[in-house]
């Protein structure tokens, strides 16, 4: 079996960084057998601003479409992204507001957080582990938090410092293992 683990990056900010370390975590994740894996760019969707849920809506923006399938599809999801001004990005709570409340419903949820700075967006980290778990998802108690990205890759998106090899094998073993136990546990619901 294969499991649908998408990367999103959690947002549309023109030139972020977060950009390297979302193909860093999308290409560690293609070397693994049991996984199907994309990269879901937020920035490529379009979505409007949010006014109205997804089901009020009389015309549905192709992207929303797109999207909307894209997360029920997964067996587990991945999200990268920057901490802003000690939060998550805007673009990532509007995204989420369009979708079903229990969207994230028994899948794990493995969250990276990227920082310029040395705490690696540990309180980006806590407040989106909220929203997933408002939408049903289980948040990994592991992290993958990358502190001064810039430092971390190159202008080229290459890693610099392999020390987050180690560490993203044991983010993504922890990240199967639930996929594994929660897509079993999932197909005796139904």
Same mark, same amino acid.
């Given at each position: 079996?294969?499991?649908?683990?998408?990367?999103?990056?959690?947002?549309?900010? *023109?030139?972020?960084?977060?950009?390297?370390?979302?193909?860093?975590?999308?290409?560690?994740?293609?070397?693994?057998?049991?996984?199907?894996?994309?990269?879901?760019?937020?920035?490529?969707?379009?979505?409007?601003?949010?006014?109205?849920?997804?089901?009020?809506?009389?015309?549905?923006?192709?992207?929303?479409?797109?999207?909307?399938?894209?997360?029920?599809?997964?067996?587990?999801?991945?999200?990268?992204?920057?901490?802003?001004?000690?939060?998550?990005?805007?673009? *990532?709570?509007?995204?989420?507001?369009?979708?079903?409340?229990?969207?994230?419903?028994?899948?794990?949820?493995?969250?990276?957080?990227?920082?310029?700075?040395?705490?690696?967006?540990?309180?980006?980290?806590? +407040?989106?582990?909220?929203?997933?778990?408002?939408?049903?998802?289980?948040?990994?108690?592991?992290?993958?938090?990358?502190?001064?990205?810039?430092?971390?890759?190159?202008?080229?998106? +290459?890693?610099?410092?392999?020390?987050?090899?180690?560490?993203? +094998? *044991?983010?993504?073993?922890?990240?199967?293992?639930?996929?594994?136990?929660?897509?079993?546990?999932?197909?005796?619901?139904?």
């Amino acid at each position: 079996m294969k499991y649908k683990m998408p990367v999103l990056l959690g947002t549309t900010r *023109l030139g972020c960084k977060s950009e390297h370390v979302a193909n860093y975590v999308l290409n560690k994740l293609k070397r693994i057998e049991t996984v199907n894996t994309e990269l879901l760019d937020l920035a490529s969707f379009n979505l409007p601003i949010f006014e109205e849920r997804m089901s009020a809506l009389e015309t549905i923006p192709d992207g929303l479409i797109t999207f909307n399938k894209k997360i029920i599809e997964a067996d587990a999801l991945i999200i990268v992204v920057p901490e802003y001004k000690n939060s998550y990005p805007g673009a *990532l709570k509007n995204a989420f507001d369009f979708l079903d409340a229990g969207i994230f419903k028994h899948k794990p949820i493995a969250i990276c957080t990227v920082s310029s700075g040395g705490f690696g967006g540990l309180n980006c980290l806590a +407040q989106l582990r909220l929203v997933c778990l408002a939408m049903g998802g289980l948040p990994l108690p592991g992290k993958f938090p990358v502190s001064k990205v810039k430092e971390v890759f190159d202008d080229k998106g +290459q890693l610099t410092d392999f020390t987050y090899d180690e560490k993203i +094998q *044991l983010f993504l073993k922890e990240l199967l293992w639930y996929t594994e136990a929660l897509t079993v546990q999932r197909g005796k619901l139904d």
